[in-house]
């Protein structure tokens, strides 16, 4: 493992027992984020990117693979273990509307994790630790003992962010940490993010649907398509050169809010076909304008291009 | 009547519109004059936050604020040149799904769960229109294939479809008396990209086809830009700017849609930060005095905390309601992002 990189993952894998047979969520997932850095991941409902997500800091149990932490191995480590190294990995959730307990005061939410692992003995030292992230977060004081419902979203998701801030982690699974707010909102969160994980040396992984924002805020993506990563690239890279032709056509498909240079938009067709027992071939082949017969005969695997830039697709050659 | 109706240049006016809520406590003023207008066969983009009033404009245009404890307190609705506003329920009954139709955001729970697509579609056909049940089914069938869904598929559940094509029956049903007007309320909102794309690529070609009238309430900018023939920017109730696409996206001059603009992620320079719109909007029950924009803005000056700005237009169409433009030329480009 690379010296710099915080966290390794490969060959995640999380299948679902379903009537028709099994659902392939997470398909031998595998990447590497550096200290620091941000991941993000794009993909449409359904395509495995928040099970990927919780499956990384075990609050689903993944059914194989390896998720390399700081030397160890996650999955291989006891309840009593895991829920210890919690502490360093922590989660963002969506809707902050559900992810606050309504009967807790604010200030009792913040500091629950760091009374439940006991990691501020103290009662007066704790209560000024989590002034001190209302501060770090921009919550007013004043806003100590309210209640989420006395609330808008953006300070609802200060608080998601303050909570997981009280652990001092070092990794966080943001998940869809802005779609429920306004943009105006969501640039105040976005831009909050960003300092405190220059401040706290945080690691991201960042899961949305939303491509802007991930372009925005990434330094990597990966597109996850029916529980496979399809394509990784450095942000840039990605949007400059999308290589799988499904990358392309979700980056024609985003409403760009100007009048001038106009893409021409190619309209994909069809849905997302099923995740249950998709087969050995291309999972996107049902929607490609450039399906072959290899596609649907076997299962394209990542591929290393030039820049950083790896792809799962017959189109590129030189394997 | 009949003559002035067609000879109408508007599919629909607004005029000085206020709506409120009212409870025991409190009353909270969703609109506070809100004017309006939608040309002939062109779509008006509506945008704004949550709890600008979007929705509210869009129901009280249906005839559908719940009342109590809504209540419209003034103003005017013109649909083709017809006052809305004194129709009885009886009236408004014959008006919606066949003269104006609303899409709402979310397909899922805007269908009847436990009725056919056939049943839901067939309903508005013979409310409107003196069919026999074999032509209402034929009527209903065409539709479906008009938005993407196959023919035979008519006698499915809701349940049996996936979210975009859920958005495509709405569609089918709001079309299928071709009403003169479709109200869109973030009809895509809870859709992927990709489907989207394709729902709105649809609405587009059907807006063509039937000649009709759009309002399209949305709070993207980008769907705007890609749907829309002209914007008004609401907020707090009000219309803060309005102009052709060109005037708001590239004369941009209200600091409200300014922070709009900057608030999106710049999609050809990632490292540039986001320079979002400070504070929140303020509380519907509470209004401030002056400019409902001032405690967010970074031009406010005294005035804006007295007096709310009357519209400062630009051209013939774009105004905006900001007092910075008494002092300032609203001809300056200065004011350019």
């Known amino acids: ?319 | 009547m009949m003559r002035e109706r067609s000879q109408s240049k508007y599919a629909l006016e607004i005029r000085d519109l206020a709506v409120e809520y009212r409870t025991i406590e409190w009353t909270a003023r969703a609109l506070n004059g809100l004017d309006l207008s939608i040309e002939k066969g062109k779509t008006l983009g509506l945008v704004g936050e949550t709890g600008a009033g979007k929705t509210t404009a869009g129901l009280s245009i249906m005839g559908l604020i719940p009342n109590p404890p809504g209540r419209i307190a003034s103003g005017s609705i013109l649909l083709e040149g017809e006052e809305l506003l004194t129709k009885t329920e009886r009236e408004y009954r014959k008006i919606r799904g066949k003269k104006v139709s609303m899409i709402f955001q979310d397909p899922m729970s805007s269908l009847n769960p436990v009725l056919t697509i056939e049943d839901q579609l067939t309903e508005v056909i013979e409310t409107h229109e003196h069919l026999s049940n074999r032509e209402c089914r034929k009527k209903a069938e065409q539709m479906l294939e008009l938005v993407g869904i196959p023919a035979d598929r008519i006698t499915e559940y809701p349940h049996q479809f996936s979210g975009g094509m859920k958005q495509r029956v709405v569609i089918a049903i709001a079309l299928a008396c071709t009403p003169a007007l479709l109200i869109a309320d973030e009809p895509t909102t809870a859709l992927d990209v990709t489907i989207q794309a394709q729902v709105l690529e649809t609405m587009k070609n059907l807006k063509n086809m039937y000649s009709m009238s759009m309002l399209m309430i949305t709070h993207d900018l980008g769907i705007v830009a890609d749907v829309c023939d002209s914007v008004s920017v609401i907020y707090a109730g009000r219309v803060v700017e309005h102009g052709s696409l060109e005037d708001v996206f590239d004369h941009t001059r209200h600091p409200y849609t300014i922070g709009l603009f900057n608030s999106l992620p710049n999609m050809k320079d990632r490292t540039m930060k986001l320079k979002p719109i400070k504070g929140l909007m303020p509380d519907p029950g509470n209004l401030p005095r002056g400019c409902t924009f001032a405690e967010r803005c970074d031009y406010a000056q005294g005035m804006c905390r007295e007096v709310y700005p009357e519209k400062i237009y630009r051209n013939k169409e774009h105004y905006v309601r900001c007092h910075l433009y008494l002092s300032k030329t609203i001809e300056s480009e200065m004011w350019n992002r």
Not at chain 1, 67 to 89: A, H, M, P, Y
Not at chain 1, 102 to 112: G, Q
Not at chain 1, 184 to 204: C, D, F, H, P, R
Not at chain 1, 256 to 273: A, C, F, N, T, W
């Open chain 1, 1 to 319: 493992m690379n010296t710099n990189t915080l966290i390794e993952v490969r060959d995640l894998t999380k299948y679902f027992k379903t009537k028709k047979g099994m659902l392939h969520a997470v398909d031998h997932v595998s990447f590497s984020i550096g200290k620091g850095k941000t991941l993000g991941v794009v993909g449409e409902s359904g395509c495995g990117k928040s099970t990927t997500g919780r499956a990384i800091i075990r609050l689903i149990e993944p059914d194989s693979g390896e998720v390399w932490f700081d030397g160890v191995d996650l999955l291989s480590l006891n309840q009593e273990e895991i829920r210890k190294k919690r502490t360093e990995l922590q989660m963002i959730f969506q809707d902050p509307f559900s992810s606050l307990n309504p009967r807790k005061t604010i200030s009792e939410t913040i500091e629950e994790p760091m009374r439940l692992h006991n990691l501020v003995p103290d009662k007066k030292e704790r209560q000024l630790k989590v002034a001190r992230l209302m501060d770090t977060v921009g919550l007013a004081r004043r806003l100590y003992n309210t209640y989420p419902h006395e609330l808008d979203g953006g300070r609802r998701q200060r608080i998601g962010i303050a909570r997981a801030l009280s652990m001092n982690p070092k990794f966080v699974v943001c998940d869809e940490p802005v779609s429920a707010l306004d943009v105006s909102i969501q640039a105040q969160i976005l831009n909050l993010m960003k300092e405190v994980q220059e401040q706290l040396g945080l690691t991201y992984l960042f899961i949305t649907h939303d491509l802007s924002v991930v372009y925005h805020f990434s330094d990597d993506i990966a597109v996850m398509y029916l529980g496979q990563i399809i394509e990784k690239a450095p942000s840039d890279e990605l949007f400059a050169r999308p290589m799988h032709p499904y990358t392309r056509a979700l980056l024609l498909a985003i409403p760009v809010p100007s009048i001038h240079d106009r893409k021409e938009r190619v309209i994909m067709k069809g849905e997302l076909s099923s995740p249950i027992n998709p087969g050995q071939v291309c999972r996107f082949a049902s929607r490609c304008a450039y399906v072959f017969d290899r596609c649907t005969r076997e299962a394209p695997l990542l591929q290393a291009k030039d820049n950083n830039h790896e792809v799962a697709c017959f189109l590129y050659k030189g394997e």
